[in-house]
């Protein structure tokens, strides 16, 4: 059981599953505080230039992250689809990850910047590795890298977030 930090509805444990929920009473969203899975990313490649099945699954791990899953592999892998970036042909990477996170109930979205209200979104920058990399945050700080090394980002650049809104 949970309940709506704003008008303190109980919602049940399956409506109420993943962060930034809904409340049904009040039409505000709350924020679930359960922490994500802590998972490594299972693909490693640093280059375009690598076979995109040999690519790095640092984004499919953090959504796999966020929303549960037991590996990187159960998310669509985006990074085999990095070179199709025309962002109207609705056969790019993005467009893909968008229709399928909302196939599953989810929501993807950009931020301004770092959160402050207990919630974990993604930070995509640099690495000291010279490799671009997505890592989740909450209230501004690592809170988990996919990667091995656990280096973290050292030049943020992009803020993001998915939330579960139902089916």
Not at 80 to 90: A, F, G, T
Request: charged share 20%.
């Amino acid at each position: 059981m949970y309940i709506c930090s704003n008008c303190g509805y109980s919602h049940d444990i399956e409506v109420a599953r993943y962060g930034g929920v809904l409340c049904s009473n009040c039409n505000k969203i709350f924020t679930v505080y359960k922490p994500p899975k802590k998972l490594l990313q299972t693909r490693f490649g640093v280059s375009f230039n690598e076979l995109p099945s040999n690519r790095g699954n640092c984004f499919p791990c953090v959504i796999a992250c966020i929303m549960e899953l037991d590996s990187a592999e159960d998310v669509l892998q985006v990074q085999e689809y990095y070179d199709l970036d025309n962002i109207n042909d609705p056969n790019n990477w993005y467009n893909m990850l968008f229709k399928w996170l909302m196939q599953k109930g989810w929501q993807w979205g950009s931020l301004d910047g770092h959160q402050y209200d207990n919630s974990y979104y993604f930070v995509i920058g640099k690495t000291s590795r010279g490799t671009s990399h997505v890592c989740i945050y909450k209230n501004g700080r690592l809170w988990h890298d996919p990667h091995p090394s656990n280096d973290g980002i050292v030049d943020e650049e992009v803020f993001e977030y998915i939330k579960y809104v139902g089916h």
